[in-house]
Structure formats: structure tokens, C-alpha cells
């Protein structure tokens, strides 16, 4: 069974900076494409960004491009969202998602999913 376990996340004024780890486990060693997407209350959710399973191409909406950066870490399921000039608007729910192939992730229809966290961005 895998399981997501994310972290980071809180309370930052805007113009400011957060990060968001994701840890997958109890899967496969090869390895998933992983991904994050955000719900802000009465919206529906959307994607952020995602990174391929085989190689570190990744992939971000237009609302966070040159703003958000993922990263994997050292162990090869873990990835960050590294969030940068965040404005109150990024004010949301943060999930982890985690499948097979990026397209999967970027779809909405992961297999894995995060707890969720909460990031919110003071004006």
C-alpha cells in the first residue's frame, strides 16, 4: 500500500516563501511521477505542477510558473514544492499526488494522494 506523507506548509505574508515536502512509501523502487494541486474553500481543485517519474522534466500551471519550482530529493520518492513569491491567492490546500506516468498526475486521477496541508498567504 503506498502512502503519501507530506509536510511544510503554514503561514507566510505574501511576497514571502514556503516549502512543501512529499514522501511516498511502501511502493515501488522505480519510482513514481508526482505531483501537487491546491483547493481554496468553495473552488474546485486545480493542478500545480508536476515531474515525471524517469527524469526531472517537469511540468507547472501558468498561475505558479517562475513562481514554484519541484525538486526530488535524494531519495528517489520524495519531491519538494518550493513556492516563492506567494501571494494571497495561493491561499490553499496542498496535496500530494503520486502515479505512474506524469499524465495521471496532471489528469487528477492519481492513485496516491496526500493528507493535504494547509498554506496560507497573508495581504
Known amino acids: 500500500q503506498v502512502q503519501l506523507v507530506q509536510s511544510g506548509g503554514g503561514l507566510v505574508q505574501a511576497g514571502g516563501s514556503l516549502r512543501l515536502s512529499c514522501a511516498a512509501s511502501?511502493?515501488?523502487?522505480?519510482?513514481?511521477?508526482m505531483g501537487w494541486f491546491r483547493q481554496a474553500p468553495g473552488k474546485e481543485r486545480e493542478f500545480v505542477g508536476a515531474?515525471?517519474?524517469?527524469?526531472?522534466?517537469?511540468h507547472y500551471a501558468d498561475s505558479v510558473k517562475d513562481r514554484f519550482t519541484l525538486s526530488r530529493g535524494n531519495a528517489k520518492n520524495t519531491v519538494y514544492l518550493q513556492m516563492n513569491s506567494l501571494k494571497p491567492e495561493d491561499t490553499a490546500v496542498y496535496y500530494c499526488?503520486?502515479?505512474?506516468?506524469?499524465?495521471?498526475?496532471?489528469?487528477?486521477?492519481?492513485?496516491?494522494w496526500g493528507q493535504g496541508t494547509q498554506v496560507t498567504v497573508s495581504s
Open positions: 511502501g511502493g515501488t523502487a522505480s519510482g513514481y511521477a
Open positions: 515531474i515525471m517519474r524517469t527524469s526531472n522534466s517537469t
Open positions: 499526488a503520486a502515479d505512474m506516468t506524469i499524465y495521471t498526475v496532471v489528469g487528477g486521477t492519481s492513485a496516491y
